[in-house]
């Protein structure tokens, strides 16, 4: 079994990032996302999300790409959950090439191209 693993906030739920983990299950059996908790967000991200964490957990388990969600505390615990879960591809949009090649030794590594035109940034400044 191929197992990915994706990391994100993903607050806000949108068709781009539907798309990034219809596109990361793509790559494997088994996907896992690493969701940012709320102190990781607020204490290390500098960011607050809409929706809590339980919130956001309910969602992604509700998608059918979406097979086991795990609590991101640190940036560092990639290469520990790479390990833990014996993960083959560690998935991430572009924006963030080059970022995670330094997991190159414990996985592959992929950056999938953002969808173009939506964001949860530009969400949140259209509704202003």
């Not at 781009?16 to 908790?37: F, W």
């Not at 809409?50 to 609590?71: F, Q, S, W």
Request: charged share 35%; aromatic share 14%.
């Amino acid at each position: 079994m191929k197992k990915v693993i994706t990391y994100g906030t993903f607050d806000l739920l949108h068709y781009g990032h539907v798309r990034l983990l219809k596109r990361a299950k793509e790559l494997g059996d088994y996907l896992i996302v690493g969701l940012s908790t709320d102190e990781f967000n607020e204490f290390k991200k500098h960011k607050e999300a809409y929706n809590t964490y339980p919130e956001r957990k309910y969602i992604l388990e509700a998608i059918r790409y979406v097979d086991e969600v795990i609590p991101e505390k640190d940036w560092d615990q990639k290469i520990d959950d790479i390990k833990k879960y014996d993960v083959d591809t560690f998935v991430m949009g572009s924006d963030w090439e080059g970022k995670f090649d330094f997991l190159k030794p414990y996985c592959k590594v992929v950056y999938l191209p953002r969808t173009p035109g939506i964001s949860t940034t530009k969400i949140k400044e259209d509704l202003k």
